[in-house]
């Protein structure tokens, strides 16, 4: 019966490891397509959005039945009350995907990124792609120091939103309002996906440690 | 001891009934700031959410406490893990007030929202308002038919937030890509916050009925 349950556990572990590498497949796919103006690609990250829900679902549900079923002690309570924040971190950043995809979806057949951007979103969309790597590392592993990295990376995805800011109120910004908020929009879910990798890190830190690490998440 | 632990779970319920308060009045602030392009007030909103971050961790918190020390029965479970996820909900929502309250000191002397816009996001401040009173309901009162109420005021922020975006493409937006950029956040804030407020509720009626409404929010 407790081997069951431990089995449990570890599955729940391997649901979010899951999650974690489809919403990275569908944030590469979406900045991809972004970038490429590819309206097939972007359509594709929709649809995939439902596998991530379905997870996310599944996660929850099945962290209610180990608390129903079992009387867990305290630390594996932590584990499961975890996995399931963890999960909506996952969940809503398969969404932030899904409207990266709208807005190619909404410009095509022209690209939504301008070349005085491109550079700028290109390196948000590596680093965003990156921190999910790194997330997957500390959900399989623990490893609290890599989650500790993600922080530092975080405040690069930050910098490089202020970059575009500064562009698009240079005067070499040609591409008026309709690209500015597009932009605006990218620039805005690129940022709070990469706020919940650290997030969802965060609390793996706090799971392993006991304390929450020293730095602050808006 | 069994009577400390029910006394325990009402304390849970009225500090998110408490936090749902703090977080409203931060953005009727934050929006009222906006309007008139009041730093002061702005300002304010940015310091007071050191306590609604406050009292997320002490519901976090006592929750961890609640599930440690007791072993609570299967639905007690689901309350005491829905108010951490709704103290989270509630949480991000104070970031959003903030978030609105750096638009206004931004732009300062300035006001953010020029006069063609005013009046929507007028309106989607005071669905706002309205939203968060009515969560505000359906936590002290387990209120399900308010929480479904709430989709159909999340359908017209959405709206209003699309009523946006066609002034900021039509001929007569003539307040540049700046106004733009901030025009759009604000919008997205709001628009956020309100989904947010959809998502706490819906925890609820989940707690309430046992299962989701039909409706999914994004």
Do not use: K
Request: proline share 2%; net charge negative; glycine share 4%.
């Amino acid at each position: 019966m407790r081997d069951a349950y431990h089995e449990s556990l570890r599955s729940l572990r391997a649901d979010l490891v899951q999650m974690t590498g489809l919403v990275r497949a569908a944030m590469d796919d979406a900045t991809q397509a972004l970038l490429d103006a590819d309206a097939g690609t972007a359509e594709g990250v929709i649809e995939a959005d439902t596998r991530i829900d379905q997870l996310q679902m599944l996660v929850e549900e099945a962290s209610y039945e180990l608390l129903a079923r079992q009387q867990p002690v305290a630390s594996d309570l932590r584990v499961i009350i975890t996995a399931v924040r963890i999960s909506a971190d996952l969940e809503r950043m398969g969404d932030l995907a899904v409207h990266v995809a709208e807005v190619t979806r909404r410009r095509y057949p022209n690209c939504a990124v301008p070349s005085l951007v491109r550079a700028t979103v290109t390196r948000m969309a590596a680093a965003a792609s990156l921190m999910t790597t790194q997330l997957e590392r500390v959900l399989s592993d623990d490893d609290v120091t890599v989650a500790l990295r993600l922080e530092t990376a975080d405040d690069d995805v930050d910098a490089e939103l202020r970059q575009i800011f500064v562009a698009l109120l240079s005067p070499e910004w040609t591409y008026g309002v309709e690209g500015a908020v597009d932009v605006t929009l990218v620039g805005r879910y690129l940022e709070r996906y990469a706020d919940h990798t650290v997030s969802a890190a965060r609390r793996i830190v706090y799971l392993v440690t006991g304390s929450w690490p020293a730095r602050a998440v808006n």
